[in-house]
């Protein structure tokens, strides 16, 4: 029997990865490596950032608008992500600028020396001498992308195992997620977790052995990358919704206890979305520290898993396109609002300075969207036209 | 004839208060039961063990030819084995076509992976519009769930207890709700399913437990009280005394 392919069949699918694809062609057009220059290139990590954001939401979405799990520590995997991938971009950069340094000794320096160099190069900032053993594959590029997907989806797995068997539901699982990334969170901030505690890992926006490249055309690469991952998880998760499998996981969320009468391992389905959605987050925060430069413990706290919460109730739980929207608009607005350009309101009496009181607003419009919106902006689209599908 | 279904000494408590206290109970592979009782009897957690809901404390539930114990097993495994459970209030998933949620019921491998591989064949499509037939809901294939009426709803919960090809079904007060048209459709469906497989209903309503023309059982305070044909047990004087005299 003849069907029609799934991507003809999720219409949403296609006009997001058409939009996608305008929005990409149009920033690297207006960049300053590839084009006009009218967007600067911190806009376009910004953008960027925002299209790894997005990613991290539709994977959220996954786990929430279609499993009904509130993970409030998903951002525990997308940190995680980032440190890995800034294990090798930190080892191989510093090894590169130690080597460049020894090399001018009349000796030729040996691998020790040039161990050492490097473990006191980074290591120095937290008082320690040894490379810690978590490095024991930071050298290598190819281990740590491995690392990118597998310590994030142990994690997943070893947790989910543990909580789905045990039957725990609702806001006790929400719970629960929010002590895991809280517990990471605390323990990668001390100095002896061989992640640098407070300091975490920097300089991740400089690729080893592309310093002649430039910050400028490798933010529109990694724009690339973002936008290429975007759009190929984007069809993956909606074509993971589609099908059966998506039946049987909306069937979970809204009564798990009838899909066990039916026969189907509700925990080990479980068990798949939310352990694939780990490394999907992961993937999506590996591109991201590179563009933000910059990764420390605090990244991991509850709070940023709460707002990626948001941003798909905002936007939309229950469909991708909507998580993909709330990740865009209010973590852009968010942007607009706290970087101090947004006019503040003059009232009698007082000032409403829009860095202090966006925080504000953001609360306010999640609860008013709760009440009186519930499907977020994408609800617009079922008011507009035909209503849309499900993926 | 061999018992598809053997209870045999099941107690359970909740806080000290005996729900089940010493029950035994079979069935033969086809056959159609009635299990009545007063409120508290025990009737619910009596399937709430078979479906593997809930542990008794002590007993033993074994089901099929070779005897296998359900105890070990979670709600899924024994739904896999052939025991399907249908609730008193319609429990569809609302949020899906009719089609998805007889689709979702089909007998088929129901581990994660396999489920991700699945898609629809000819095969697939014509028994949900069979089953979609069966049940009276072929205009209505489409259509969410949440939008059907409640008869409806009853209907493609039996639809998808069908699709699921259980061996052993046990119906929780089916007349619940029900119209008397909806009553009489459903008693002739019940009879029918009983003659290719085990059916137990557990039912308040005599009127109803009557019209299904078979062995009764009744339960109080957790066992047996009495078993036989429903003339026999309304003559029982015990069962007159808890149950049908008030």
Same mark, same amino acid.
């Given at each position: 029997?003849?069907?029609?392919?799934?991507?003809?069949?999720?219409?949403?699918?296609?006009?997001?990865?058409?939009?996608?694809?305008?929005?990409?062609?149009?920033? /690297?057009?207006?960049?300053?490596?590839?084009?006009?220059?009218?967007?600067? /290139?911190?806009?376009?990590?910004?953008?960027?950032?925002?299209?790894?954001?997005?990613?991290?939401?539709?994977?959220?979405?996954?786990?929430?608008?279609?499993?009904?799990?509130?993970?409030?520590?998903?951002?525990?995997?997308?940190?995680?992500? *980032?440190?890995?991938?800034?294990?090798?971009?930190?080892?191989?950069?510093?090894?590169?600028?130690?080597?460049?340094?020894?090399?001018? %000794?009349?000796?030729?320096? @040996?691998?020790?020396?040039?161990?050492?160099?490097? @473990?006191?190069?980074?290591?120095?900032?937290?008082?320690?001498?040894?490379?810690?053993?978590?490095? +024991?594959?930071?050298?290598?590029?190819?281990?740590?992308?491995?690392?990118?997907?597998?310590?994030?989806?142990?994690?997943?797995?070893?947790?989910?195992?543990?909580?789905?068997?045990?039957?725990? &539901?609702?806001?006790?699982?929400?719970?629960?997620?929010?002590?895991?990334?809280?517990?990471?969170?605390?323990?990668?901030?001390? %100095?002896?977790?061989?992640?640098?505690? &407070? &300091? +975490?890992?920097? *300089?991740?926006? %400089?690729?080893? *052995?592309?310093?002649?490249?430039?910050?400028?055309?490798?933010?529109?690469?990694?724009?690339?990358?973002?936008?290429?991952?975007?759009?190929?998880?984007?069809?993956?998760?909606?074509?993971?919704?589609?099908?059966?499998?998506?039946?049987?996981?909306?069937?979970?969320?809204?009564?798990?206890?009838?899909?066990?009468?039916?026969?189907?391992?509700?925990?080990?389905?479980?068990?798949?979305?939310?352990?694939?959605?780990?490394?999907?987050?992961?993937?999506?925060?590996?591109?991201?520290?590179?563009?933000?430069?910059?990764?420390?413990?605090?990244?991991?706290?509850?709070?940023?898993?709460?707002?990626?919460?948001?941003?798909?109730?905002?936007?939309?739980? *229950?469909?991708?396109?909507?998580?993909?929207?709330?990740?865009?608009?209010?973590?852009?607005?968010?942007?607009?609002?706290?970087?101090?350009?947004?006019?503040?309101? %003059?009232?009698?009496?007082?000032?409403? &300075?829009?860095?202090?009181?966006?925080?504000?607003?953001?609360?306010?419009?999640?609860?008013?969207? /709760?009440?009186?919106?519930?499907?977020?902006?994408?609800?617009?689209?079922?008011?507009?036209?035909?209503?849309?599908?499900?993926? | 004839?061999?018992?598809?279904?053997?209870?045999?000494?099941?107690?359970?408590?909740?806080?000290?208060?005996?729900?089940?206290?010493?029950?035994?109970?079979?069935?033969?592979?086809?056959?159609?039961?009635?299990?009545?009782?007063?409120?508290?009897?025990?009737? =619910?957690?009596?399937?709430?063990?078979?479906?593997?809901?809930?542990?008794?404390?002590?007993? #033993?539930?074994?089901?099929?030819?070779?005897?296998?114990?359900?105890?070990?097993?979670? #709600?899924?495994?024994?739904?896999?084995?052939?025991?399907?459970?249908?609730?008193?209030?319609?429990?569809?998933? #609302?949020?899906?076509?009719?089609?998805?949620?007889?689709?979702?019921?089909?007998?088929?491998?129901?581990?994660?992976?396999?489920?991700?591989?699945?898609?629809?064949?000819?095969? $697939?499509?014509?028994?949900?519009?069979?089953?979609?037939? #069966?049940?009276?809901?072929?205009?209505?294939?489409?259509?969410?769930?949440?939008?059907?009426?409640?008869?409806?709803?009853?209907?493609?919960?039996?639809?998808?207890?069908?699709?699921?090809?259980?061996?052993?079904?046990?119906?929780?007060?089916?007349?619940?709700?029900?119209?008397?048209?909806?009553?009489?459709? =459903?008693? $002739?469906?019940?009879?029918?399913?009983?003659?290719?497989?085990?059916?137990?209903?557990?039912?308040?309503?005599?009127?109803?437990?009557?019209?299904?023309?078979?062995?009764?059982?009744?339960?109080?305070?957790? $066992?047996?009280?009495?078993?036989?044909?429903?003339?026999?047990?309304?003559?029982?004087?015990?069962?007159?005394?808890?149950?049908?005299?008030?």
């Amino acid at each position: 029997m003849t069907r029609t392919p799934f991507i003809l069949r999720t219409p949403s699918t296609l006009i997001v990865l058409a939009v996608l694809a305008v929005f990409t062609i149009t920033v /690297t057009l207006l960049s300053a490596a590839y084009g006009t220059g009218a967007i600067p /290139t911190s806009m376009v990590k910004t953008l960027g950032m925002t299209l790894c954001l997005a990613l991290a939401a539709v994977a959220m979405d996954l786990v929430w608008g279609y499993l009904g799990i509130l993970s409030l520590g998903q951002m525990a995997f997308f940190a995680l992500g *980032g440190y890995m991938i800034g294990q090798w971009l930190m080892y191989a950069r510093t090894e590169g600028i130690v080597a460049a340094s020894l090399s001018g %000794n009349p000796i030729p320096f @040996t691998p020790q020396e040039l161990r050492d160099g490097v @473990t006191n190069q980074i290591f120095g900032v937290v008082g320690s001498a040894e490379l810690p053993m978590v490095w +024991g594959f930071a050298h290598s590029l190819t281990l740590q992308l491995i690392l990118v997907v597998a310590v994030p989806g142990l994690l997943a797995l070893v947790f989910g195992w543990l909580a789905f068997r045990s039957r725990v &539901n609702g806001v006790y699982l929400s719970i629960l997620t929010q002590a895991m990334t809280l517990a990471l969170a605390l323990w990668l901030f001390q %100095n002896d977790s061989g992640f640098r505690g &407070n &300091n +975490g890992l920097s *300089g991740l926006q %400089n690729l080893p *052995g592309l310093d002649h490249v430039g910050q400028a055309r490798l933010s529109v690469w990694f724009l690339w990358a973002s936008a290429l991952a975007l759009g190929l998880f984007y069809v993956i998760a909606a074509w993971l919704v589609s099908g059966k499998f998506g039946s049987v996981t909306r069937a979970i969320r809204d009564d798990e206890t009838r899909v066990r009468f039916l026969g189907y391992p509700v925990e080990g389905f479980k068990l798949v979305v939310f352990t694939l959605a780990a490394m999907i987050t992961a993937i999506a925060g590996a591109l991201y520290y590179p563009q933000a430069g910059i990764i420390n413990p605090a990244e991991m706290m509850p709070i940023a898993s709460i707002y990626l919460a948001v941003w798909v109730a905002i936007g939309g739980r *229950g469909r991708l396109y909507g998580a993909v929207i709330g990740a865009f608009v209010v973590s852009l607005l968010s942007t607009w609002f706290t970087g101090g350009r947004a006019p503040s309101i %003059n009232l009698p009496g007082y000032v409403v &300075n829009w860095v202090d009181w966006w925080q504000v607003a953001l609360g306010l419009s999640f609860v008013l969207v /709760t009440l009186y919106a519930p499907k977020g902006i994408a609800g617009i689209f079922d008011l507009i036209g035909r209503k849309g599908d499900r993926a | 004839m061999s018992a598809l279904l053997e209870v045999s000494g099941i107690s359970k408590s909740f806080d000290g208060f005996k729900a089940i206290n010493n029950l035994s109970f079979s069935i033969n592979a086809v056959e159609l039961r009635a299990v009545i009782g007063p409120n508290g009897a025990g009737k =619910t957690t009596f399937m709430d063990i078979v479906t593997g809901k809930t542990r008794p404390d002590e007993g #033993e539930v074994r089901f099929g030819e070779t005897g296998k114990s359900l105890l070990k097993m979670n #709600e899924a495994q024994i739904a896999r084995e052939g025991v399907g459970r249908k609730f008193q209030r319609p429990t569809v998933f #609302e949020d899906q076509s009719v089609a998805d949620n007889l689709t979702m019921a089909l007998k088929a491998d129901r581990s994660p992976f396999s489920v991700l591989g699945w898609r629809p064949s000819s095969v $697939s499509v014509a028994r949900v519009a069979e089953l979609a037939a #069966e049940v009276g809901l072929s205009d209505a294939v489409d259509r969410r769930a949440g939008e059907l009426s409640h008869g409806q709803k009853q209907w493609l919960e039996i639809g998808m207890l069908l699709a699921q090809e259980p061996r052993l079904l046990l119906v929780d007060e089916p007349a619940a709700g029900m119209t008397l048209a909806e009553r009489e459709q =459903t008693t $002739s469906l019940l009879c029918r399913l009983a003659e290719s497989r085990a059916v137990v209903v557990v039912e308040h309503d005599m009127d109803f437990v009557r019209r299904l023309n078979c062995k009764v059982t009744v339960l109080h305070q957790g $066992s047996v009280l009495a078993e036989g044909s429903l003339d026999h047990v309304t003559r029982n004087p015990d069962v007159i005394d808890v149950y049908l005299g008030r």
